[in-house]
């Protein structure tokens, strides 16, 4: 029983955090011993941001100096985005000449001012380590690893990556986002790429390009930035061969926040540099363990910014149970929906950019797609503008996706399927979401 539970590879964030935290003890790592080192750092955060961030200092008027345990945590208030957008130099803890990278994020569709988010160089080289660890899943030395995401910016993620991955024995080739999809499968190839990392719907559309080149060689893809639709890692893995992994993060995190493990069922957190938990939608309080709730992250080792219970946006839950890996650390189910993304419809069931991504990336062609919900009376209607590559039948493709969201339980709906293959604006449909009128 014991060997068939160690078939699958322990987490290497397992042995990365005992380290970090030092517990040189047997295996596995010991909950309490992480737990307590949480604690610790939660309270000099707590410290650190009491007597540097003008922001926190108000926020923080009614809560506890000192936490006794970590279920305390709730006690803190929650900080919004929009505290972030309201004045991000509250927030930050150290002088100006440490700041080592500012990164400004300008969400489109809000009208508020964008993010700004500040870290030092201490910060960055926690986010290089992670990447090291989580890397170290699928990559070892000698891979290849052709990075698809923004990285000429020194700091940015493809940067960070970069480094990372040079610390792992690895060779980095930085590439940037998918442009043009024959010419990034032609670098794949010449430049013998073992793996590949880069952003769901750009990957799928470079195996979906038809070329005459041969596919990647790749062994592993991690897709990021993005949530990752199971239909699109599926497709991946058929057209290349290969096995695809997952990774939660956003510039809040630090870049980084957690990843597949082998068994590949949910992500595995830096737990040494990041307290996640998951509360109510409409509250601050902890939601019951394998509830969804609200993903916030609190920074436990961050000096620049550190964020205390920051929303996240992004709707998750706790896997219960052990994972096959054998790890002892928590185990997030994927990310998938945002809060703002769900769209209750007449009748019941709520629409999702993740539910449209499971109905219709299954279909062979299909690359991208725009939706618009119209949910005025007297019939909703949902209108499907879809992208398809590679000599598709535009009528077929039009009839498989809208028995595809009958299937799924959506045919109250007016549904309007358009097929743009041969009318598209240039470089395809690149805007994602879900429109609504109404
Ligand atoms: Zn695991």
Redesign the pocket.
Known sequence: VLRRERR?R??PLEPWIAGKIGAHGPRPLDRRLLEAWQLERLNETLSLVRSRSRFHRRHLAAAPTVLAELAEVARLPTTTDDDLRADPASLVCVGQDEVSRIVTLDTSGTSGAPKRVFFTAADQALTVDFFRAGMSVFTGPGDRVLILLPGTTPGSVGDLLASALRELGAVPIPHGPVRDAAEAIRVAAAEAATVAVGIPVQLLRMARTPTDLPRPQVHSVLLSTDHVPRAIAAALETAWGCRVYNHFGMTETGLGGGV????R??L?LREADLLFEVIERDGDAPVREGDEGELTVTTLTRQAMPFLRYRTGDLARWLPGP?????T?R?LAYVTTRVRGRHPLPGGGVLTQARLDEALFPVPGVVAFQAVLDLRAPLPSLDIAVEAVGGIDADRVAGEIRAALVADGLGRLRITVTCLHDRLPPGGLSKRGIDLVG
């Open positions: 699958v322990l987490t597949d493990c082998a068994a069922r949910g595995h994972c096959p890996c054998g790890t650390l185990t």
